[in-house]
C-alpha cells in the first residue's frame, strides 16, 4: 500500500496502488523521484529507468521538453498531459516559471484550448454532466474521483472568456482555474473538482463539426435550464455541503440570476461578478493612491454593463461610501455604457441592476447623441465629463481610441485606464498606444498579459488586471475558516489587501499589482484578511490572529514529494 501524508494538507491521501497503477495515477505518481527503496517495495523495479531524481531536476527536463513544442496551443497540451500523468511535478514546472507559463495554462491560450477542446482531448478530468441525465446528478456526482473536495467550479459553457458559447469545450475553464487555485492558493489539487452543465450549444461551428465531444443539441433554455442548475445545486448541497462552489463564464443572463438564488443557500460565488470586481478594485485602490487623489473624487466610466462591469460598480460605490459618501453621492459618479449607449433613466431595456446606475435623463439632456440610434457613446461621455477612470469589460477590440484617450488625458493628469476583456485580441487598448496617446501619464492595468512596454528610454511593466490575485486566496480562507457564507464584505477585505502590496506605492512609475511571482504570499495575506472579514460577519467560528494565520499557512499545499516508506 502506498501512503501520501502531507502534512500541508488537511487530509490524509492513502491508495492502495502498487506497480504501473501506482504510476498512472497523477496524484500518486513520483516517476524517476522515487526511490530505491520504494521501488522495490511498491513493485516498481523494472518499469521506470535506474536514476533516481529529484523533483528540481525532473522539473529542469520537463522545461525543456515544453520549449521544444511548437507554439502556445502545443505548450498548453503538454502542460495538460504532465497534469494528467504527475501533478506534483506539473505545479513545481508552473512554479519554477510562473510568469512564463500562467498565459500558457490559463488567459489567453486557455480560450483556445476551449475551442480546440474536442480536437486535443486526452484523459478525462472531472465531471461531464450533461442534461439528458439530469436524474441521475446525485449519483455523477458520486463518481467523482475524490471523496473530500474543497472546491468545485462549474461552468455552463456559453460566455467563455470573449469567444462565446464553446459547449462542453468550455469544461477548460473550470480545469484552467482550479489549476491556479492549487498553484497560487496551496489548495491541494485532489480536493478540487471542475464540473461542466452540458445544456448543448447554441455554436453552429461546435454542432457542424463531427469530433464535438458534448451533448450535439441547441441549449436548454428558460425554466428548463433553471431546473437543472437547480438539479445539479441540490445535488451539491446533499454530496458536498460545505464545499466552495464558483460559477464561472455564465452569459450575463444567467450569471446574476444564478449568484442572487443561491448565495444564501451555499459556500458560493460567481468570479466574472465578485472576482473581477475585487481585483479591478484592487488595482483602482492602488491607482488613485499612486496618482495622489482620493477614491471619493474619482468619476468612473465602464464600458459593458453586463455581470462583470455591473460587478465592478458595485464594489467601487460600496469602496465610495466607506470613503464618505452616501450613496446618492456615490451613484452618480458611475456612467456605465453597453451596446444601447449610456445608462440613462430614459431606457426602458435596463435590468434592475443597471437601472441602480442610470444617469438622470435631466443630467445628459445636453449630451450628443448618435443620429443612427439616438444612443449616447463612449466618445460622448469622454467629451462631456472629466472622467478619471476608465475600465472596458466590453469585448469590443481598440474601442478606447486616440482621440478618446487623449480627450481623458487632457482632463485628468494621471487618467486610470483598464482594457480588461479576455483574450487578448478582445481588449480595448493596447498598452503601447495608450501610454503614448497620454504621454506616458496613464496609470494601467489589462485583463490579458501584454509584454513590457519601451517608452521614451524607460521599460513599463504593466500589469494584469487578472482575477487570480483573488479566487485563490479565497478558496485558501474558506477552506481554513469553514466559512458558512462568502460575501461581497470579503471580496472588499481582499481589494483592499491586494492594494497594500501594490508597488506603485513605493513607485508610482512601478506596476499596480504584486508581480506574478509573489502570488504565493499574496495569497497567504490575502486569505487571512478574508478570513478576519467572515469572522468578523459571524460566517465562521472565531480564533485568535496567530492561530488563524497559522492555519491558513499551514494548509497551503506545495509541490513537493512526499516518502511513501
Known sequence: MAVIYNPQMPT???AHLRGRALLETPALNKGTAFTLLERQALGLDGLLPPAVET?????????KAYLRKPDDLERHIYLRQLQDTNEVLFYRLLLDHIEEMLPIVYTPVVAEACQEFSHIYRRPRGLIISYPLRDQIESLLRNRPNKEVSVIVVTDGERILGIGDQGVGGLGIPIGKLS????IGGVPPAETLP????????????????EYLGWRHERITGEAYYDFVDRF????????PDTLLQWEDFSKAHARPILDRYRDELVTFNDDIQGTAAVTAGAIFSAVRASGGRLRDQQVVILGAGSAGIGVADSLAEALVADGLSEAEARPR??????GGLLDSGRTDLSEQQRRYAQPAERVGNFTRTLENHQIGLSDVIHKIAGTILVGLST??????????REMARKCERPIILPLSNPTSKSEAVPADLLRWTDGRALIATGSPFADVEYRGRKVRVSQCNNVFIFPAMGLAVSATRARRVTDGMFLAAARVLAQHSPALGDPAAPLLPALTALRRAAVEIAFAVAEQAACEGLCVESSRESLRNRIISLQWAPVYQSYL
Open 195 to 210: 464540473v461542466i452543465l452540458d445544456v448543448g450549444t447554441n455554436n453552429e461551428q461546435r454542432l457542424g463539426d463531427p
Open 180 to 183: 491556479l487555485y492549487t498553484l
Open 55 to 63: 523533483v528540481e531536476e525532473q522539473s529542469f527536463r520537463a522545461y
Open 396 to 405: 469590443l477590440p481598440g474601442a478606447f481610441t486616440e482621440p478618446i484617450v
Open 12 to 14: 490524509r491521501l492513502a
Open 233 to 240: 445545486v441540490n445535488a451539491v448541497k446533499k454530496e458536498l
Open 334 to 339: 458611475f456612467w456605465l455604457i453597453n451596446s
